[in-house]
């Protein structure tokens, strides 16, 4: 079975530095795909950004990217320049290509922003 | 458009009664999920709706837990009777295609006293 593993249940970062939340992940699968989602304080989940497991390119939304290291199963995600509207909880989370689509999810990063 | 709204946002509850959790899908969605998240614990799967039908209710805890989609819309989780175990928070997304991306509600926080 496949599993997501959040090892940071609390981070902090200055606002407008860099920090960088870690995921890894197990699965015997070839192609899948993995999100980060965010949740801030008291709102609805949001993507944040998404990887597809056969593009050796590491994806980039803006100030997000993600470092994602295949032959690991690890799947970090950076946030550069950080600002007080990140805080939120991070969550990780898996999902096969085809079929049963579930999403399989990490036990979420809370990310502290300091002024 | 409305995003995936749920209802209600938070519930409190004896042990032993009936509470009913709503989601509400964006219109056109036909693939409608539960999710719950135990508190400080991973979010798990509990089932996956396509239109009106149970694609996948292999996450559903036990058959206390009875999840409806008349018509192909709303949806309601019904749990009877709750447990204390059963305590968290229920999130509700739906996707266009069961491989688009899957939008949230806010999530219905339930506690059982």
């Known amino acids: 079975a496949q599993t997501v593993t959040q090892s940071q249940p609390e981070m902090s970062v200055q606002e407008a530095e860099t920090v960088t939340l870690s995921c890894t992940y197990d699965t015997s699968e070839s192609d899948y795909y993995l999100f980060w989602y965010k949740q801030p304080p008291s709102r609805q989940m949001i993507l944040v950004i998404r990887?597809?497991?056969?593009k050796q390119q590491n994806a980039t939304e803006n100030r997000f990217s993600v470092n994602f290291q295949k032959a690991a199963k690890s799947f970090s995600l950076k946030i550069s320049d950080s600002q007080l509207g990140d805080a939120a909880m991070y969550f990780c989370?898996?999902?096969?290509?085809?079929?049963?689509?579930?999403?399989?999810w990490g036990a979420g990063t809370k990310l502290i922003i300091k002024p | 458009e409305a995003g995936v709204t749920q209802f209600p946002s938070h519930s409190v509850i004896e042990k032993g009664q009936t509470v009913t959790l709503r989601c509400d899908p964006i219109?056109?969605?036909?693939?409608l999920y539960w999710y719950r998240r135990v508190m400080g614990k991973e979010i798990k799967f509990l089932l996956h709706f396509v239109k009106e039908s149970k694609q996948d209710e292999s996450g559903m805890p036990n058959n206390r837990f009875l999840a409806e989609r008349t018509g192909g819309t709303y949806s309601t989780l019904k749990v009877q009777p709750a447990e204390l175990e059963d305590s968290g928070v229920y999130f509700c997304?739906?996707?266009?295609?069961?491989?688009?991306?899957?939008?949230f509600g806010p999530g219905t926080r339930l506690t059982v006293l």
């Open positions: 997304a739906s996707s266009q295609g069961p491989r688009s991306e899957q939008f």
């Open positions: 219109s056109g969605h036909d693939n």
């Open positions: 990887q597809e497991a056969y």
């Open positions: 989370a898996y999902r096969r290509r085809d079929s049963n689509y579930q999403l399989i």
